[in-house]
C-alpha cells in the first residue's frame, strides 16, 4: 500500500492505495513551521489506514513548510514514530506536489493560492525555478492570509462603502476587538485570516470586494508568475481553495495579461494519486524492491566516519521494530518445526549469498551450542561449501539446483525448508521451497521484501521489512541482520522447547575447548554448590553438565 498526503496550513488530504481501492481521509493542516511535534502526532494519531500499518510500503508527504531538510526531517521523525522504520518515507514541498499534480512529467508554471501562496518554473520533474513565497507576514501574495487581511483592512479602514461595511460587521460578528484577539493572542493567526475568504466569495458580487481579490491577484502575477524566464510561453496551473473558488476573478486578471491558465484544481491530491501510481506500474514492471531502492542518505563518501556510525546505527533501530512485528509468524513456524524435529526431523535453510552463509552459520552453531547431532539443522546455499568464500556465478539463477543439493540427504515429511533470500525472488531459494512442498515438507521463509514470489510458494513467509539499505542494495546490512536474528529466535526457542537448555544454561554444549570446559565447570558449581575443581572433575568424567547434573541427583 501507498499512503500519499497533501497538507496545507489548514487541512491535510490523504489517500490510501490499496491496488485498485483508495480510502480517503483528512486532519488538520501539518505545518512543522507552525505545528509543535507533539501537534503534529496528535494528527497522525488519528489517521485509521483501516488495516495493519507494516502494510504501508511508501509514505509520499507533500506539505506546506518542509521546503528545508531541517523541517523535513521533523516530518519523517513524526512519521516513523507513527508508521514504523519499515515504509519508505518522502517529505517534499507541497509544491512539488502542486507541479507535479498539474503536470505530472511535463513542463510548466506551478502556482499555489490556497492559506498561503506559492510557485515554481517545474521542468523535467524537478522544481527548477522559484520565487521564495517569504509566509503570510512577508509575502503571500494572493493567498487567503493575503485576502483575508485586505477584507480586514477595507472594513476597519473604510475603504469600503458604509452600506456595504456595516452589513458584513452586523452579519459576521467582525469586530475590530475579535480580530485583534484571533490575529494578535490565539495561534495560527493565518488560519483565521485565510477564513475570512468565505466573506469575500460571499459578497464577491459587489464590485468593491471583488477588487479586493483581483488586485491580491494582481499582486501574485506581479511579485510571481512574471519573475520566470519566458513565462509567456509555458503552460500556467493553479491549485488551492483560493485559486478555485475564485477562479472567474483569477482568469479574468491572467486575461489581461494576455496569458491562459491550463488547469485550476482546489486540491492535487488527485493528481498525485495519478502520479504515484503511474511511478507504482512503472517500479513493478522493473520489479524494483525494497531492499534495491535508493538509500535515504546522498553522499556517503562527503560524511564524517562520526556521521556515517551514527547514520548506519539510525536505520540498524529499525531492525528491532521489524523483526518484532513478526513474531507471531515466527512462533508458527517454530510451533510447526518442534514436533516434526520430535519425529526425526529436519531442519534446512536454503540461501544464496549472505543470505545462504547465514543459514549455514547458525546451522553449525547449534550442535556444539545445545549438543545435538551435525544432521538435524543443516545449512544449503547455492553453488555449495566453496561459495561460503567465494561467490559462484549463477549457481542462484538454478530454480531446482536447491532440490537437486537436497537430494543426498534423502527429505522426507518430517522436515522442514526454510528459503532465505532478501529479494524474494531468488530461484535457487523458490525452487526449493515448491519443490518442498510437492513432497509434503513444511517450507517457511525470511525474506525482506513484502509480497514477494517466495513468499507466496510457502506455508510461514516470514517478512521483515527493513527498508533501504545504508549503502543501496546492500543486503548483508539491515536485511541480513533480520535474518540472523530470526534465525537465532528459531533455532534458540525450538532447541529450549526440546530440553536443550535446563533454567538458563546450555547443559549439552559439547566440550570442545578449555573456555567451555571452564564454563561447563561454573555451571555444575552454582547447581550443586561444589569448587570449582570438583566441578571440572565431573565434568570431564561425564562428559557433560547435563550428565553430571542427573548422576548427581541420583
Given at each position: 500500500?501507498?499512503?500519499?498526503?497533501?497538507s496545507?496550513?489548514?487541512?491535510?488530504?490523504?489517500?490510501?492505495?490499496?491496488?485498485?481501492?483508495?480510502?480517503?481521509?483528512?486532519t488538520?493542516?501539518?505545518?512543522?513551521?507552525?505545528?509543535?511535534?507533539e501537534?503534529?502526532?496528535?494528527?497522525?494519531?488519528?489517521l485509521?489506514?483501516?488495516?495493519?500499518?507494516?502494510?504501508?510500503?511508501?509514505?509520499?508527504?507533500?506539505?506546506?513548510?518542509?521546503?528545508?531538510?531541517?523541517?523535513?526531517?521533523v516530518?519523517?521523525?513524526?512519521?516513523?514514530?507513527?508508521?514504523?522504520?519499515?515504509?519508505?518515507?518522502q517529505?517534499e514541498?507541497?509544491?512539488?506536489?502542486?507541479?507535479?499534480?498539474?503536470?505530472?512529467?511535463?513542463?510548466?508554471?506551478?502556482?499555489?493560492?490556497g492559506?498561503?501562496?506559492?510557485?515554481?518554473?517545474?521542468?523535467?520533474?524537478?522544481?527548477?525555478?522559484?520565487?521564495p513565497?517569504?509566509?503570510?507576514?512577508?509575502?503571500?501574495?494572493?493567498?487567503?492570509?493575503?485576502?483575508?487581511?485586505?477584507?480586514?483592512?477595507?472594513?476597519?479602514?473604510?475603504?469600503?462603502?458604509?452600506?456595504?461595511?456595516?452589513?458584513?460587521?452586523?452579519?459576521?460578528?467582525l469586530?475590530?476587538?475579535?480580530?485583534?484577539?484571533?490575529?494578535y493572542?490565539?495561534?495560527?493567526?493565518?488560519?483565521?485570516?485565510a477564513?475570512?475568504?468565505?466573506i469575500?466569495?460571499?459578497?464577491?458580487?459587489?464590485?468593491?470586494?471583488?477588487?479586493?481579490?483581483s488586485?491580491a491577484?494582481?499582486?501574485?502575477?506581479?511579485?510571481?508568475?512574471?519573475?520566470?524566464?519566458d513565462?509567456?510561453?509555458?503552460?500556467?496551473?493553479?491549485?488551492?481553495?483560493?485559486?478555485?473558488?475564485?477562479?472567474?476573478?483569477?482568469?479574468?486578471?491572467?486575461?489581461?495579461?494576455?496569458?491562459t491558465?491550463?488547469?485550476?484544481?482546489?486540491s492535487?491530491?488527485?493528481?498525485l494519486?495519478?502520479?504515484?501510481?503511474?511511478?507504482?506500474?512503472?517500479?513493478?514492471s522493473?520489479?524494483?524492491?525494497?531492499?534495491?531502492?535508493?538509500?535515504?542518505y546522498?553522499?556517503?563518501?562527503?560524511?564524517s566516519?562520526?556521521?556515517?556510525?551514527?547514520?548506519?546505527?539510525?536505520?540498524?533501530?529499525?531492525?528491532?521494530?521489524?523483526v518484532?512485528?513478526?513474531?507471531?509468524?515466527?512462533?508458527?513456524?517454530?510451533?510447526?518445526?518442534?514436533?516434526?524435529?520430535?519425529?526425526?526431523?529436519?531442519?534446512?535453510?536454503?540461501?544464496?549469498?549472505?543470505?545462504?552463509?547465514?543459514?549455514?552459520?547458525?546451522a553449525?552453531?547449534?550442535?556444539?551450542?545445545?549438543?545435538?547431532?551435525?544432521?538435524?539443522?543443516?545449512?544449503?546455499?547455492?553453488?555449495?561449501?566453496?561459495?561460503?568464500?567465494?561467490?559462484?556465478?549463477?549457481?542462484?539463477?538454478?530454480?531446482?539446483?536447491?532440490?537437486?543439493?537436497?537430494?543426498?540427504?534423502?527429505?522426507?515429511?518430517?522436515?522442514i525448508?526454510?528459503?532465505?533470500?532478501?529479494?524474494?525472488?531468488?530461484?535457487?531459494?523458490?525452487?526449493?521451497?515448491k519443490?518442498?512442498?510437492k513432497?509434503?515438507?513444511?517450507?517457511?521463509?525470511?525474506?525482506?521484501?513484502p509480497?514477494?514470489?517466495?513468499?507466496?510458494?510457502?506455508?510461514?513467509?516470514?517478512?521483515?521489512?527493513?527498508g533501504?539499505?545504508?549503502?543501496?542494495?546492500?543486503?548483508?546490512?539491515?536485511?541480513?541482520?533480520?535474518?540472523?536474528?530470526?534465525?537465532?529466535?528459531i533455532?534458540?526457542?525450538?532447541?529450549?522447547?526440546?530440553?536443550?537448555?535446563?533454567?538458563?544454561?546450555?547443559?549439552d554444549?559439547?566440550?570442545?575447548?578449555?573456555?567451555?570446559?571452564e564454563?561447563?565447570s561454573?555451571?555444575?558449581?552454582?547447581?550443586?554448590?561444589?569448587?570449582?575443581?570438583?566441578s571440572?572433575?565431573?565434568?570431564?568424567?561425564?562428559?557433560?553438565?547435563?550428565?553430571?547434573?542427573?548422576?548427581?541427583?541420583?
Amino acid at each position: 500500500m501507498i499512503l500519499i498526503a497533501d497538507s496545507g496550513s489548514t487541512k491535510t488530504d490523504w489517500r490510501l492505495i490499496d491496488g485498485a481501492q483508495m480510502h480517503s481521509m483528512s486532519t488538520q493542516g501539518i505545518n512543522p513551521y507552525h505545528s509543535t511535534k507533539e501537534e503534529i502526532a496528535a494528527e497522525l494519531d488519528k489517521l485509521d489506514v483501516a488495516g495493519d500499518d507494516r502494510s504501508i510500503l511508501e509514505i509520499h508527504f507533500y506539505g506546506s513548510g518542509v521546503a528545508n531538510e531541517a523541517m523535513k526531517d521533523v516530518l519523517r521523525k513524526c512519521l516513523r514514530r507513527r508508521f514504523g522504520e519499515h515504509p519508505i518515507i518522502q517529505v517534499e514541498d507541497d509544491l512539488l506536489g502542486v507541479a507535479r499534480a498539474l503536470f505530472q512529467k511535463e513542463n510548466g508554471i506551478a502556482c499555489i493560492l490556497g492559506t498561503g501562496s506559492n510557485s515554481c518554473f517545474y521542468h523535467d520533474g524537478k522544481i527548477a525555478d522559484k520565487v521564495p513565497a517569504l509566509g503570510y507576514s512577508l509575502g503571500d501574495e494572493g493567498s487567503g492570509t493575503d485576502i483575508g487581511k485586505r477584507l480586514v483592512n477595507a472594513l476597519h479602514k473604510r475603504n469600503l462603502s458604509d452600506t456595504l461595511r456595516e452589513k458584513i460587521i452586523s452579519e459576521e460578528g467582525l469586530s475590530m476587538d475579535q480580530i485583534l484577539e484571533n490575529v494578535y493572542k490565539k495561534p495560527h493567526a493565518n488560519r483565521y485570516l485565510a477564513s475570512l475568504t468565505k466573506i469575500a466569495g460571499k459578497h464577491i458580487a459587489h464590485k468593491e470586494i471583488r477588487e479586493i481579490v483581483s488586485r491580491a491577484f494582481e499582486d501574485f502575477f506581479e511579485k510571481n508568475i512574471s519573475k520566470y524566464s519566458d513565462f509567456e510561453t509555458y503552460e500556467i496551473g493553479f491549485a488551492g481553495s483560493v485559486a478555485y473558488h475564485f477562479r472567474d476573478v483569477l482568469k479574468g486578471v491572467l486575461q489581461q495579461h494576455n496569458l491562459t491558465c491550463s488547469q485550476i484544481i482546489a486540491s492535487p491530491i488527485d493528481g498525485l494519486v495519478k502520479y504515484h501510481k503511474q511511478n507504482l506500474i512503472k517500479k513493478q514492471s522493473s520489479a524494483e524492491s525494497i531492499t534495491e531502492s535508493s538509500s535515504r542518505y546522498e553522499n556517503l563518501e562527503g560524511m564524517s566516519v562520526m556521521e556515517l556510525l551514527e547514520n548506519i546505527n539510525r536505520e540498524d533501530s529499525a531492525v528491532h521494530t521489524a523483526v518484532q512485528s513478526i513474531i507471531p509468524q515466527i512462533e508458527k513456524l517454530v510451533e510447526g518445526i518442534i514436533p516434526r524435529i520430535m519425529k526425526g526431523g529436519r531442519l534446512f535453510y536454503v540461501g544464496a549469498g549472505t543470505s545462504g552463509r547465514l543459514g549455514i552459520l547458525d546451522a553449525s552453531e547449534i550442535p556444539p551450542t545445545f549438543g545435538v547431532p551435525y544432521d538435524i539443522v543443516i545449512g544449503i546455499i547455492a553453488g555449495g561449501d566453496k561459495a561460503i568464500r567465494k561467490a559462484v556465478e549463477s549457481a542462484e539463477d538454478d530454480i531446482h539446483g536447491a532440490w537437486h543439493d537436497l537430494a543426498k540427504f534423502k527429505p522426507g515429511k518430517n522436515d522442514i525448508i526454510v528459503g532465505i533470500a532478501a529479494s524474494g525472488r531468488t530461484p535457487y531459494v523458490i525452487g526449493a521451497v515448491k519443490d518442498g512442498r510437492k513432497e509434503g515438507l513444511l517450507t517457511a521463509c525470511i525474506t525482506n521484501n513484502p509480497n514477494s514470489k517466495l513468499a507466496r510458494s510457502v506455508e510461514v513467509p516470514l517478512e521483515a521489512l527493513v527498508g533501504p539499505e545504508f549503502v543501496t542494495g546492500s543486503t548483508r546490512m539491515k536485511a541480513g541482520t533480520a535474518q540472523k536474528l530470526i534465525l537465532n529466535m528459531i533455532t534458540t526457542s525450538t532447541m529450549i522447547k526440546l530440553g536443550r537448555v535446563k533454567g538458563n544454561k546450555m547443559v549439552d554444549m559439547q566440550l570442545t575447548n578449555q573456555k567451555l570446559v571452564e564454563r561447563g565447570s561454573r555451571m555444575i558449581s552454582d547447581e550443586l554448590g561444589l569448587d570449582l575443581e570438583e566441578s571440572q572433575r565431573l565434568l570431564l568424567l561425564h562428559g557433560s553438565v547435563r550428565n553430571v547434573l542427573e548422576n548427581f541427583a541420583l
